[in-house]
């Protein structure tokens, strides 16, 4: 949770003139309670202002889980009661453009703001208090020449961004996406990276949960971003490395097979496909711990049918789908989270990634490339239309 100074400021000098021009349309238009109402305005309006302050200067890096889910929550509350009020600003002011040609206010609109505003809070707390724990299965079938026959009709589970940090020690979501997955019997099971958000403490009480996954071709995982430690504020490098030891040991005693740019070959009758698990690979600001052509024992071109795990999409744009020596069939990845908001196919991860969920494919569609939208939060604590998505491939020939 990254948030920069001078982002915040200006955001808390729109939200006191936001308040400022609420509590001047309530004074101005209110015929009963006015006095009331507008000094509402206003004391909620200050309360909010010093709510922010409070969560921004809290530490992020250093601070306690509780703490951090704190600030999360407050954050949250923030905008959900701000983004109305801008929403209510932004129509009322459109509807008062008519009183500079001496006409009257346009009172259709200022209701509309109303409205839309009423409507965005409550899909914002609907996304909060609900709609983050809809597991949403998508079934998608992937129909390839080149795969082995034997591999014909295989069935891949892939969850992604769990972020158990976010849930603290209440297991009941994990429990039932843990029972999801297993009903659909699939033949592997893959997740693709951000276990936590900032150490590998907050795994710890969802590991009995997340051994329960099963798959008779075993349960395989990666790293993404948040899951080497990167935003924890250490007390040393020797700490940080026995935190990543955690997560290694951690992650071998819930029975997942953690690829580190490495590749396990599955076998189905006398044919075989290589399973190849990339460390994160991403773009700015996000570092970078993943090789790819150390990854796999052979030539990435060869005629191999390669399933590749990489956290972060941007690492297909850039490396797979552009070139051809990459002879990768079908690339899974996660991390954006659809930025936790879409309505209608639409989301406004698609400003920041050009792959943000769901199925792409370079132009000759050799290379296909799957966006996982994730299960977990990070930032505000609200899947808003995004629900937590599983989903269930079955590979045919």
Known sequence: MRLPLVLIVPV???G???DWYIATVVYQRCT???RFWGKFARITG???FIALLAAICSPKRSGDDEELQFIMWVLFAYFSVYLPKYIFCLFDLIAKIPQLLHRKRIKALSIGGIALACVTFCAMW???LINRYRIDTNHVEISDSRLPASFDGLTIAQISDLHTGTYGTDTSFVSKLVETINGLHPDIVVFTGDIVNRHTSELEPFTATLSRLRAPMGVYSILGNHDYGDYYNWPSEAAKAENMELMYRLQAGMGWRLLRNETEWLHRGNDSIALIGVENVGDPPFRIYGDLSASYPGNLADSEYKILLSHNPAHWVTDISTNPENNIALTLSGHTHAMQISA???SPAAF?????GGMYADTDS???LYVNIGTGEVGIPARIGATPEITLFTLRK
């Open 12 to 14: 808390l000098i729109i």
């Open 16 to 18: 006191l003139l936001v």
């Open 32 to 34: 009963h309670g006015r």
């Open 46 to 48: 200050w309360i909010g």
């Open 126 to 128: 609907w996304g909060a």
């Open 344 to 346: 209608f196919g639409l």
């Open 352 to 356: 920041r990634y050009p792959t943000w």
């Open 366 to 368: 050799l290379r296909r």
